[in-house]
């Protein structure tokens, strides 16, 4: 008797999403590739010609893009740069996971990443838009909040990040101590005002004196 051959049964088609759905998606995409292009164009204008003279038109043309389409997506420069404030803090934030990614990392291990971070453009950018808030009151009133909410998200990340620390009364004082002396450092040595020799001298101290701050090893 000859043996039947059966078909194998085909796969059930994949659903495919609706040719909309897939549109919006690429819409989505596309306006926020030139959001971000917007934002680092802002930067990037920032360092270049300093706050006073970074203008819409100019960022549109350090972009790429014409003004209409700028608009389109920041209805105005007060947006762009408040997106901008937002996310140079983002940096921040990131600059910190990845200093406590490392195995057995500390908080010491701040000092150097963030010091990395305070050598980029960003933070010339960031120091530009904090000296020119102390006489133009538009520009504090969007940069007020955004540090307040920074603030918080950052000490909220370094307790998660150092539990070892929780409790400890020195926290804040190392967060703090950290922060000023590193920004400190980095506007001296853009300004002339520190020698680079200085630099790791100066790095190694602060490491010091955090880890006299440190809570002592639990038993």
């Given amino acids: 008797m000859a043996l039947s051959r059966t078909r194998a049964a085909r796969p059930a088609p994949r659903p495919t999403r609706p040719v909309a759905?897939?549109?919006r998606t690429l819409q989505a995409a596309k306006a926020a590739q030139t959001r971000a292009r917007l934002i680092d164009a802002t930067?990037?204008?920032l360092v270049k010609h300093g706050y006073a003279n970074t203008t819409t038109p100019k960022v549109a043309e350090e972009a790429g893009l014409s003004r209409g389409a700028m608009v389109h997506?920041?209805?105005?420069?007060?947006?762009?740069?408040?997106?901008?404030?937002?996310?140079?803090?983002?940096?921040?934030?990131?600059?910190?996971?990845?200093a406590a990614d490392r195995p057995e990392h500390e908080v010491t291990d701040l000092v150097e990443t963030y010091w990395r971070q305070l050598q980029k453009p960003a933070f010339i950018a960031f120091h530009e838009l904090a000296v020119a808030a102390r006489t133009d009151a538009d520009l504090a009133s969007i940069l007020s909040p955004l540090q307040d909410e920074f603030r918080a998200k950052f000490n909220a990340q370094a307790e998660a990040l150092f539990p070892e620390w929780l409790g400890s009364p020195n926290f804040a004082l190392a967060m703090t101590l950290s922060q000023t002396i590193l920004e400190g450092m980095a506007i001296s040595l853009q300004t002339g005002g520190m020698d680079q020799a200085q630099v790791d001298p100066m790095l190694r101290h602060l490491e010091a004196q955090i880890r006299t701050l440190a809570p002592a090893p639990k038993s």
């Fill in 21 to 23: 759905d897939r549109t």
């Fill in 43 to 45: 930067v990037r204008c």
């Fill in 73 to 98: 997506h920041f209805e105005n420069g007060s947006a762009l740069i408040k997106a901008a404030i937002t996310e140079l803090h983002e940096k921040r934030l990131r600059a910190f996971r990845r």
